[in-house]
């Protein structure tokens, strides 16, 4: 695997690169010991108090989640990861994971450990790996209501950005519900988009709120035509933290499967048509397509009205779509005919 710098991007302009409930903190001793509220009178020489309020918050927030973060090495290249629960296992992107089957894990507190991989959802560009040995390094993260956040919540971003252990940046949620292509199939929805600075390595790491819960996994950063394909300032996404426990906690008790991804499922394999169009290429037996009467040689034009000229749109409507949805597949038939078929969607399988 190399180093992630770009894995993805939001329609045609977008490339990947590398996420809150965010309440007002509550008023708290600062690291000097002061006593801070917003709203009360400036310290003595200081800077005011709603601005020392949010420094200090900045700065609590960071000391309790930078032990919660850890830097993943494999053969190819260098990620970040979340530690989910004290029995050694770590979140991350699949990305950072890529093939590898070994892993170096290093703790904020510098301590290094092998891991071993227990399983990964490319769907939803998450795996999950398992440190032995690391004892009183493990520091699980808490995790937050992601379907809480609000644009314009503040956030940071921790990780470890080109290689920098431990680094954070901050910024706020600029939407939600966004979503969003990898490249390869590899589609997000309800991706959280943050104004937070994620650069390659930050993959795998934490976007949190202001008290310091996991709102999501940063893992996408924008890339911009007209900067020659540089990065966006500014334009970054996340999965989103109700994402991460579900997926993250069935890699764990099924051995490294998902039974339950809530993706819809059409059960083909599909390639772009020259001037537009998705050609099926094979249906897979006794799936949702296969028992809808979808054929190899049908080329799918729309779904539910919405035109898909290509593959990744097909992917991404169907992103927005579950388990157990009747979707209205349109196709035109190797004779030319155009037909609507029902296709009640299925389950994508996941996991391994």
Partial sequence: MRLPTAAACLTAALLLAACSSAGNPKASPSPSGRATALGSAPPAGGAPATVQTLQDAFVSVARKVLPSVVQIRTDSGLGSGIVFDGSGDVVTNAHVVADASSFQVTFADGRSHSASLVGGFVPDDLAVVRVSGAGGSLHPATFADSAKLQVGDLVMAVGNPLGLQSSVTEGIVSATGRTVSEGNGVIIPDAIQTSAAINPGNSGGALVDLNGNVVGIPTLAATDPQLGGGAAPGIGFAIPSNTVRDIAAQLIANG??????????LGIRAATVTGGGVLISSVTAGGPA?????????????????????????????????????????????????????VTLGEIPGGG
């Fill in 256 to 265: 490294g499967h998902v039974t339950n991804s809530h993706r819809a499922y």
């Fill in 290 to 342: 296969d028992s809808a009467g979808l054929q190899a040689g049908d080329v799918i034009v729309s779904i539910d009205g919405t035109d898909t000229p290509d593959s990744e749109a097909l992917t991404q409507l169907l992103a927005t779509l579950k388990p157990g949805d009747v979707a209205r597949v349109s196709v035109v038939r190797a004779d030319g005919s155009q037909q609507t078929v029902n």
